[in-house]
């Protein structure tokens, strides 16, 4: 028969089966599970218990949500083997036991979905618990608990109901917290509760023990498939068909008075990485109280003076731990008069900067590899680095503006600036409606995840470090502050208020989640520089470990200069055609595609030479040392003039100005104006093409107009040999875009080169040059060995590629049907984002083998967006290419992504 449930001392047992291999005894008991069977064999004091496995789960749900056969004889065995192993009875009134029921999947996913704490409370056992536990108070607080949590999360009570009854509570008591509550008002609550649970469901709260269990072992199975469980795994990239294991254990309680307490603790700072304790505690409360954000909780520092001999304990338990896994642990704690347990290690979430620092600091220290420390750091927590922070002197006059309303804890680095919503829904329709969206909340629930996610900030009153808002910010990289208790956000009113200022629903609002800063209104922005030093070395060793070289897409000498900032070692693709666009610039290149004038054309095309020159030349200077790959004009001619509808309606408007204007002079101007965009539509219409994409652009526009890629290459050696006497070591390389026939390459090329030699021989200066050309069409790739024999170099254009592979245009169908491609399976993935290793990537594979038959030493790149995503950077060196290039804000993620696929490659 399937074994589907194991004690927490049966671990061994389960990685016998599995062969050892531990990633499967987290995939079948959970990580919480695997964890706590590996906790209790090292000695750490873990409360007895067993997991139902994640194959429980799957058959449960793929059975018509039945047990499947054995699974209720093997957990009354491991019941019972609990029950023996404390001594006490579950259900009993005279020494009773009570559980806890936790889920816990493979891949952590904090408060995703559902717990149950105190099973086993009712009527019969309530009077043996106050004389077993000799506390009246802690006995009615934990059973209105266990009504109020089955409540809301098994039988489906919405929760607000439970705490309207808590707020009046305690002010009829006079008293702030739950915890002030006497046993005669939580006897009261209790009652109210349960009355609640009869009026909202129908039913009696069930007094069985074994239903109770049953219930909340089916609750958890179900909670794997609740919206907020699939959109935390949608953005996480975690599979659907994983399944939760349960984990039930026996409770211990921190509720029963000053002794006692409850926390949640990493065992380094989650939001700097800095090598010291971060958490939260409560004394006299349970596990929810913490993580809910309902109550101020304490920072773990202070646990050494509430509870010094525990604090202590716990310390050394935090090291061995962290040793142990070799990582950043996130632990639950409870303590139960002044004895310690451990409910949980996992694995900590962790922002981007304490990623980095932590997998840099653990190979220091020795515990970790260098190769381990960049695999622990993702691509995201690379590209986070790059978000956005507020722009000082911004940000330093919304402070001497009094605009700065609260400060709470700097949970989640980085700025946002958006429109506060109050509700999740709304900012999830906002943000889908292209708004930037803050969300504002008392405090975090997990069915408020797809808000968050949505969110380019967060923004809670309530709320600690180890807060569900916390996590799940920090799991995402959203700039979140939380416990700003400044405020009062009215949920009813949808209005946040902090003294006499109140923010409407729609305002704007500014988070700086670095410092934990909130500012009404709209705080400038600007795109950090990579100066952490941690960062810095990390990608230093990423440097030294790939084999793919990184180089950037870059039009501009600043976006050069910035990109080698970065780690950059070459510019992969300079798009000449956007310098045209330039103000002093486009009148002469609309004037030149307007004449028919072969001789005129040709002036007003050399009369650009100046600018590129000065364009190129910047560029050498910026990458002094490294290759710039140089893509001559590739657009359609027709991008570079007004739109043909745009043109029509400037003539009609200009008319109704004619006939309004009365004197002679002022006609004769609106006359002439309406003949020169008169004769610029009729051009815009003889250069209308069906599909210009496929039509005269790239290489055939080079060979039908050579005026114009014989100055850009003028430009480009002119370039060079100016900035060769100035000391510059250069490298220029002419890509020819869009070859789909070896005759177009080699009678551009012929042309080209002949340009290059001649200004060469002017200047009396050698350049050591490339030619090359893009491979985006089918037809280049499958012909590839043909090319090479007139291209020093390729570089794989994508975007292009991928469209025309495909046969599908990326402007229409990314907002379109790809969408629905991709969300019904029909497709993996998005094929422009990244590369289809099946279709492109095959074309990629055939290129690269023709070519290099021909040519061995072909230098071989990628220039599209595909470049800078990591998926793809895998391919590129499984395929052998020379190269990725990509924006410049990618590069020091490709350098990381490129080390990451030599280091699984091996």
């Known amino acids: 028969m399937e074994k589907w449930v194991y004690r927490f001392d049966e671990v061994d047992l389960a990685e ?61 065995a491991a019941l019972a083997a609990t029950e023996a192993t404390l001594g006490k009875t579950f259900g009993s009134a005279d020494s009773p036991l009570l559980v806890s029921c936790r889920s816990g999947a493979k891949f952590s996913m904090p408060g995703m979905m559902d717990t149950v704490l105190n099973i086993g409370i009712n009527d019969a056992v309530l009077p043996g618990m106050v004389e077993a536990f000799g506390n009246e108070r802690f006995v009615y607080d934990s059973y209105r608990r266990l009504v109020q949590m089955f409540g809301s999360v098994v039988m489906g009570v919405d929760d607000h109901a439970f705490e309207e009854v808590l707020t009046e509570a305690r002010a009829a008591a006079g008293v702030e917290t739950d915890s002030d509550l006497d046993a005669s008002a939580l006897s009261g609550v209790l009652e109210s509760f349960k009355q609640i649970v009869k009026n909202e469901t129908g039913q009696d709260f069930p007094q069985d023990p074994n239903d109770q269990l049953m219930m909340a072992v ?33 409770m211990v309680f921190g509720n029963m008075g000053q002794g006692s307490g409850t926390g949640v603790a990493m065992s380094r700072n989650a939001t700097t990485g800095e090598p010291n304790l971060e958490g939260d505690y409560l004394i006299n409360a349970q596990g929810e109280d913490v993580v809910a954000g309902i109550r101020v909780t ?70 970790i590899s260098k190769d381990e420390a960049l695999m622990r750091v993702s691509p995201d927590h690379v590209d986070f680095f790059l978000h956005p922070q507020f722009n000082s002197e911004s940000k330093e006059a919304a402070i001497a503006g009094n605009r700065q309303i609260a400060l709470g804890l700097n949970v989640s680095p980085g700025a946002a600036v958006g429109m506060v919503a109050f509700d999740p829904d709304l900012a999830e329709a906002w943000a889908k409606d292209g708004k930037d969206v803050i969300l504002g909340r008392p405090e975090t629930k997990p069915d408020d995840v797809h808000g968050m996610l949505a969110a380019n900030g967060i923004v809670t009153t309530r709320g600690g470090r180890t807060s569900h808002a916390a996590l799940v910010a920090r799991q995402f990289g959203k700039p979140a502050v939380v416990g700003a208790s400044e405020l009062d956000i009215d949920l009813q009113e949808r209005t946040m208020s902090v003294g006499d200022i109140v923010v409407n629903e729609g305002d704007w609002l500014s988070v700086d989640g670095t410092t934990g800063e909130v500012f009404i209104g709209m705080v400038e922005t600007k795109v950090p520089d990579i100066d952490d030093p941690w960062l810095t070395k990390l990608l230093g060793w990423a440097d030294d470990r790939r084999e793919l070289d990184v180089w950037a897409n870059a039009d501009y000498p600043s976006d050069a200069e910035r990109a080698r900032s970065y780690g950059a070692r070459g510019i992969g693709l300079c798009r000449t055609e956007h310098m045209f666009f330039e103000q002093e610039r486009l009148p002469i290149v609309q004037r030149m595609i307007l004449s028919d004038d072969q001789e005129e054309r040709e002036e007003l095309t050399f009369s650009l030479l100046p600018y590129q020159r000065e364009d190129f030349a910047g560029l050498f200077r910026a ?14 001619l027709h991008e570079f003039l007004p739109g043909f509808d745009e043109l029509i ?69 002119e370039a060079a040999c100016e900035v060769t006497r100035e000391g510059i070591d250069v490298h220029p390389e002419i890509m020819i875009p869009l070859t789909s026939h070896v005759n177009e390459l080699e009678r551009q090329r012929t042309v080209l080169e002949k340009e290059a030699k001649d200004v060469m021989a002017e200047q009396d200066i050698q350049i ?11 037809r280049a790739a499958l012909t590839a060995d043909q090319i090479a024999e007139y291209a020093e170099f390729i570089s794989f254009g994508t975007n292009d590629l991928t469209q025309m592979t495909y046969g599908i245009s990326r402007d229409d169908a990314e907002g379109g049907f790809l969408i629905d491609y991709v969300s019904q399976g029909i497709l993996p993935d998005n094929p422009f984002f990244t590369i289809d290793p099946d279709g492109v990537g095959q074309l990629m594979r055939i290129a690269l083998e023709k070519a290099k038959s021909v040519r061995p030493d072909l230098e071989a790149g990628i220039c599209g967006e595909h470049g800078g995503e ?35 490659s091996k």
């Open 16 to 76: 016998a089966a599995l062969d050892g291999d531990w990633d499967q005894v987290r995939g079948l008991l959970g990580g919480k599970g695997a964890n706590l069977g590996d906790m209790s064999r090292i000695g750490v004091p873990v409360p007895p218990g067993f997991t139902i496995t994640t194959e429980a789960c799957n058959a449960f749900l793929d059975n018509d949500e039945q047990f499947p056969d054995g699974l209720t004889d093997q957990l009354d």
């Open 218 to 250: 089916e609750a958890v199975f179900h909670s794997w498939n609740s919206d907020r469980a699939f959109a935390y795994r949608n953005a996480d990239g975690i599979a659907h068909d994983l399944g939760t294991a349960v984990n039930v254990q026996a």
């Open 298 to 367: 304490k920072p773990i520092a202070e646990l050494a003076g509430d509870l010094p001999e525990a604090y202590e304990e716990f310390d050394a338990f935090a090291t061995k731990l962290e040793n142990h896994y070799r990582n950043m642990q996130d632990m639950e704690f409870t303590i139960e008069n002044g004895k310690l347990w451990l409910l949980q290690t996992r694995d900590g979430k962790r922002t981007a900067q304490a990623a980095v620092r932590i997998a840099v600091d653990m190979v220091e220290e020795g515990m």
């Open 623 to 636: 990458m002094d040392g490294y290759p710039v790959v140089i893509r001559l004009i590739d657009p359609p």
């Open 649 to 717: 309606t400037e003539i009609a408007d200009l008319r109704i100005k004619l006939v309004s204007t009365s004197d002679a002079a002022g006609q004769d101007s609106i006359n002439a104006e309406i003949a020169e965009k008169s004769e610029m539509l009729e051009r815009v219409e003889s250069l209308k093409e069906q599909n210009p994409m496929l039509g005269l652009r790239g290489v055939r526009l080079g060979i039908l107009r050579p005026e114009m890629t014989r100055m850009q290459v003028r430009a480009i050696f």
């Open 768 to 778: 050591d040059y490339k030619f090359g050309t893009m491979i985006e069409i089918p």
């Open 870 to 904: 990591p998926r793809s950077i895998g391919l590129c060196h499984e395929l052998g290419l020379n190269y990725v290039s990509c924006s410049p804000f990618r590069v020091p993620v490709a350098r990381l992504a490129a080390a990451q696929a030599a280091i699984v």
